[in-house]
C-alpha cells in the first residue's frame, strides 16, 4: 500500500528486488544509484555476509515528481536470497507495491530461481497479499554469460501464466536495462495507484482531493 501525507505532500511506493542469492538484486541497486542525480536520491545503505551480499536490505529512496502537487518517492529494497532469511522476506515483502524478480539465467541455478519465485509467491500470500495483485517485472539477468539459459525457457518456467509480466534480458554489472526495469515496475506501481484514485471516469477529483481521500481511508 502507498505510503501518503497529507501534512507533507508526499506519497511514497515501496518496491522490493526479490531473487536468489548472488542473482544480481544488489548490482541492480547500485546501477540504479550510481546512475541516478545524487540530487534526486538518497544513499545507499547495505549491509552484507559472507553467504550473501544483502543480510537485511538494500535502500534507496528515488524522488520523482510523478503525482501532481505531492512530491512522490520511491523506495527499493533487495532481500535476502537465502531461505534461512525467510523470516526477513516475509517482512520486508509487507505493503509492497511492486515487484522486480531478478532471475539468474545460467542453466545450473534454474532450479534455485523456481524455488525462489515459488517463496516469493508463498510468502506474499502469508502476508494477505498476491503476485497476482502486484505489479511484476522478471528480470533475466546475467545475460551476457555463455552458460545463459534460452530466454524462451526462462519464460517457460517463470512466465508461464494467464497474466503475463513485463520482463526484460539484463546484464547488471554493465547496466544494460537496469534502469528500464526499474521505469517498467515504477509505471506499473503509479498505474495501479492512479486506478484505486480514479476507479471510474466519471468526475474525477483534482490530484490533491484524490490523494487526501486516499490517505483518509488509510487511516
Known amino acids: 500500500m502507498p505510503s501518503v501525507r497529507h501534512d507533507t505532500q508526499s ?5 522490493v528486488y526479490c531473487g536468489t542469492p548472488l542473482c544480481g538484486k544488489t548490482t541492480n541497486i547500485q546501477q540504479i544509484h550510481a546512475r541516478l542525480d545524487p540530487s534526486g536520491r538518497s544513499d545507499l545503505v547495505s549491509l552484507s555476509t559472507a553467504r550473501d551480499r544483502t543480510l537485511f536490505f538494500d ?31 516475509q517482512l520486508v515483502l509487507r505493503q509492497a507495491d511492486g515487484i522486480v524478480f531478478v532471475a539468474d539465467s545460467q542453466l545450473d541455478r534454474q532450479r534455485d530461481n523456481l524455488q525462489a519465485f515459488q517463496n516469493l509467491e508463498a510468502n506474499l500470500r502469508l502476508n494477505g497479499s498476491s503476485i497476482d495483485r502486484l505489479p511484476v517485472v522478471l528480470q533475466y539477468n546475467k545475460r551476457d554469460l555463455p552458460n545463459a539459459a534460452p530466454v524462451e525457457y526462462l519464460e517457460y518456467l517463470l512466465n508461464n ?22 521505469n517498467a515496475v515504477s509505471q506499473g506501481v503509479l498505474s495501479q495507484f492512479q486506478q484505486r484514485l480514479y ?19 488509510e487511516v
Open 11 to 15: 506519497v511514497s511506493f515501496k518496491i
Open 59 to 89: 535502500f534507496l529512496s528515488v524522488e520523482a515528481a510523478a503525482v501532481p502537487g505531492y512530491r512522490t518517492s520511491f523506495h527499493l529494497y533487495t532481500v535476502p536470497g537465502q531461505i534461512t532469511y525467510n523470516a526477513t522476506l
Open 161 to 182: 501464466r494467464e497474466r503475463r509480466f513485463t520482463s526484460f534480458e539484463a546484464d547488471a554489472r554493465s547496466g544494460r536495462n537496469v534502469l528500464a526495469t526499474l
Open 199 to 217: 476507479p471510474t471516469a466519471a468526475a474525477e477529483p483534482t490530484a490533491d482531493e484524490s490523494v487526501r481521500e486516499l490517505a483518509m481511508s
